[in-house]
């Protein structure tokens, strides 16, 4: 049973229902510190014009259309949509107003937090999780000694969130947001029981970061591990002498409760439900995790390749051997397998790629090339870590099996393929191409291909290509959609398997779709793309109102549909790919990186039943073609 002083939180753990505000709960660092030093800089996330909205529309539902005949009924429903008077000038007015409202701090933070996430009731596995994979540096020293490096660098940069001294968050000269960092440690998400989740805080105001606990997950049994002593954070030496415990430990494995998070978000409520009312000992075993600093999942598996280090940072391999040594929840836990195969995964709801990107590449970046400090061995007598106990009853030993026959669903429908390029950033840079743009329409030049190849037609998609952009230029701004399908893209596409068309056209038309991309990109970093804004609209239609005919078409609902969901992030230390689940059934995810000088790199899941290793191939040859263009070309000829 749990010591008599030890005090469980249910207020911080209950999952009945999602606590008003809950998003203020995460504390801020000291007033006058660095780190939030810029937000009242910030400008609110603006609302585009209507007109300009549904310009851009219209740009970007005629490339979809199958038909003359299917463009004209969406027109006509866009032009009653848009008509002085009609019901699109009204919500759009209702958005400006709700925007001017004094107790909304965010027209669009509500709205987008519930229904693109908290809301979203699958499994957060595949689905929602990303993950990142890299390599452990000091490869000459114990995996204890190079786990616990990398454990305290991370530590050492919650210490500097917490204080204020941590960095802002830059593009070349502006500042981003650091709103979400909030909620990158200490914090884990709730299962609701009403259907909506929400994330909660073990944090607490003027906590220095030289206090608290990370939980480490070995043969999945949980161990709460102490981060300092005296109000010193553990050296690296002794963080090793922590984890050397853990490894050399004679327990069993323990029951797969991870597992429990992979299920679908109603089954997992109820379970958790379960799970905190069973028994003293199993609240507070969550309660420690919930409030844990972060996770570190101690693996048992040994990837030899890059794809196998995926597959298990993606959803603990492919027989599913990990994934009861995962706390899915929480917004970061590092993955630390026997071989050294490492990397990292990320909970979405509360945060953007961006921050996990910079707090990873940090943490690499100066144990590989800075003067780190590791810190000094402590003289005290460190507590050794503690094992977790979970009382296990019929009732949770049955959702335990449930969950395993849900991910093993899951995970049995699951393809993956990766693909390192033969040239990268530099070369494409000499072309006179953004690297972004680039790739782009190599995906785009494969995805047209892919279709013509089995059966279809490029021109005839059953969706759109999303790319992500970052909108943190604005307070508690998250991302904006990049539609990427132009006819500018379509017209380039046809040109490079139209024998008519000599190699000076297609390298204008290349030209003419990345400039294009490239103004699309601009307006979404500066919120001025068209998604969240008529999310946003959809979101303010009122009680008994009747849903505009628009929001029903057929072609704006394919526009939408993001049967490519892409987005690049980019770290020099990511080296063992990184990745996330297609959006829909049919679709595929793209994770791409085109910052190596020498390379791009794709990642591509989807389900089985969609030609995974097709594409792959299709984009290797998209983009030697695309390179052929410029074989003895210079810039004076584009």
Known sequence: MPSPSYSINFNLLQNAKQPVHWKDAA????????????????????????????????????????????????????????????????????????????????????????????????????????????????????LAYRTAALIRSVLLQRRQLKQGSMPIDLTRKDPLCMDTWRWMFDCCRIPGLEGTDWSVTGAQSGDDGNHGHIIVLRRNRPWKVDISIDGTLLSTQDLETQLRHIYESPLKTAPSIGLLTSN??????????????????????????????????????????????????????????????????????????????????????????????????????????????????????????????????????????????????????????????????????????????????????????????????????NGGTYEAASTRGFFKGRTETIRIVTEEAMAFCDAMDDPSQDAETRRSLLKTATTKHRLDADDAVNAMGIDRHLFGMRNVIGPGESLPALFSDPLYIRGSTWVLSTSAIFSRYFTRGYGWGQVVPGGFGVAYMTGFPDRLEFTVTSRKSQPNADFVQQIDVASEDMRRLFEGATKAHM
């Open 27 to 142: 504390p801020f660092p000291p007033e006058g510190t660095l780190t939030f030093s810029r937000q009242k800089q910030l400008p609110k996330l603006p609302i585009p014009a209507f007109e300009r909205t549904i310009e851009k529309l219209i740009q970007s539902l005629q490339p979809l259309a199958w038909s003359s005949d299917e463009w004209k009924s969406t027109k006509a429903k866009i032009d009653q949509f848009a008509r002085p008077g009609g019901l699109g000038p009204i919500l759009h007015r209702r958005l400006l107003e709700r925007n001017e409202t004094d107790n909304i701090k965010h027209w669009l933070e509500e709205f987008w937090d519930n229904a693109a996430y908290l809301k979203y009731r699958d499994s957060v596995l595949v689905n929602v999780s990303y993950y990142y994979g890299f390599s452990l540096p000091y490869p000459e020293r114990s």
């Open 264 to 461: 679908d978000r109603d089954t997992w409520a109820k379970d958790y439900a379960n799970l905190l009312s069973t028994d003293s000992r199993n609240a507070v075993t969550l309660q420690d995790i919930v409030t844990a600093a972060f996770v570190v999942c101690l693996d048992t598996s040994t990837p030899e390749t890059r794809l196998e280090s995926s597959k298990n940072l993606f959803h603990g391999g492919d027989h599913l051997d990990q994934l009861g040594n995962r706390w899915l929840d929480k917004p970061a836990q590092i993955i630390i397998c026997d071989n050294g195969e490492s990397g990292y995964m990320g909970e979405h709801s509360v945060m953007d790629g961006t921050p996990s990107v910079t707090m990873i590449d940090r943490a690499l970046g100066t144990l590989y090339h800075g003067d780190f400090d590791h810190g000094s061995q402590t003289d005290l007598t460190v507590s050794p870590p503690r094992p977790l106990e979970w009382v296990v009853t019929p009732e949770v030993a049955t959702a335990i099996l449930g969950a395993q026959k849900a991910a093993e669903r899951l995970v049995s429908r699951q393809a993956m393929g990766m693909l390192t390029t033969a040239y990268g950033r530099d070369e494409i840079k000499k072309f006179g191409f953004s690297p972004d743009a680039w790739a782009q329409m190599i995906i785009q030049l494969a995805y047209h291909r892919l279709l013509a190849c089995t059966g279809g037609s490029g021109r005839k998609r």
